[in-house]
């Protein structure tokens, strides 16, 4: 039977359902070490993980069995997407699953933050009334300025005009507006604007240290910083110095440079004693309907590859959406994207007198992937012979 190893606490239905499809399925709670999951691996077709799990160079070069990899998150950064692909394993996430659930929570956040609601929390539950107007405001009216229109920067722009927002964005790369949401060509544009400035960029590496000082100091007096995104994007020492003056009026900050490996480690982040503060840990997309939409997803895409070879929505694999076999046995081909590869699988099969019920090509990259259904079942010395084409990464005879 196939195996399939999920840490870091998938929602059991991705267990569930990799079961229906005949794989035994080990489940663990937290993330593991680097040697841990090399350990962990032996004999494992599939790993599912989450964000915490690090799939380095040394795990793929110990484990090259390993078929498949399904990030239920959406972020990929955490496994070595380029070499794993060289290596022919197969990498899936979940792309929009949770963009609603960060979405709501940073519209939470916002109203939460205009009006104040951790600072009055904290005076009731050390026995103070403090029934006043100071400081609160309706979001109706104000500017949110979105960094990063993806997926989730864009959502937020709708439901934000919905509420009477007016909104400004700023990309790196060229998005279609939606609504009234207005276009900055700068930065600075956009935070010399904006009452609220939320981030939502990706995880790139040249992120890393990307809204610091300068960026806090362009803000507007008395606007509102949120992070949902990555932690190590916001510099969180200089975002306390702007709050502690009187600068920077509340924030919500919901990742951080360093996050603990699991649920009940110990945290400490010097933004703690901070009056209008909301500090989440990284559960902006972790809502159950989220999680259920993750596992439902993901595991989708990992059988669809194991039964079908189907690669659609890889984030490292020429894509190549395939339906049911047309003929006896089907080759999945994983390759090099060298000249002339495809000319020389179909040779080999011509050559067995095989004749090919279906084929499918994609390339990108490095890599050329083709499938093909063939008529009658290949025996071993035509699989040897296609396994010693020139280039060939991986290849797999799906029944
Ligand atoms: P996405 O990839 O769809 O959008 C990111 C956007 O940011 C892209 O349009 C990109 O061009 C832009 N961008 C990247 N660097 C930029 C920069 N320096 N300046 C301006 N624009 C820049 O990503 P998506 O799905 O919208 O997610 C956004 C972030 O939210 C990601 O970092 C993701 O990991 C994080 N996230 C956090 C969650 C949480 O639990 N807090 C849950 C889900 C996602």
Redesign the pocket.
Known sequence: MPQALLLENIHPDAAKSLRDHGFTVTTMKGALSEDELIEALDGVDLLGVRSKTTVTRKVIDARPNLSAIGCF???TNQVDLDYAGTHGIAVFNA??S??R??VELVIGDIICLLRRIPAHTHHMKHGMWDKSANGSHEVRGKTLGI???????SQLSVLAEALGMRVMF????E?LALGNAQRCET?NELLEQSDIVTL?????K??TG?FGEDQFAHMKQDSIFLN???GFVADLGALKQHLDSGHIAGAAV??FPIEPKKTGDPFETALADEDNMILTP?????TLEAQESIGHFVSQRLEDYWEKGSTSLSVNMPQINLSENRGVARIAHLHSNLPGVLARVNHVLGEENINIAAQALGTEGELGYVVTDVAQRPNRETLEALRSIEGTIRMRVIS
């Open positions: 998150c959406i972020g792309p929009y949770n963009t659930s960060v960094i990063g229109y993806g997926n989730i920067g700023y990309d790196l790369e998005k930065l939502h960029v990706d995880g790139r040249s992120n990307f949902l995104s990555r919901d990742v990284h559960i902006g997309g972790s």
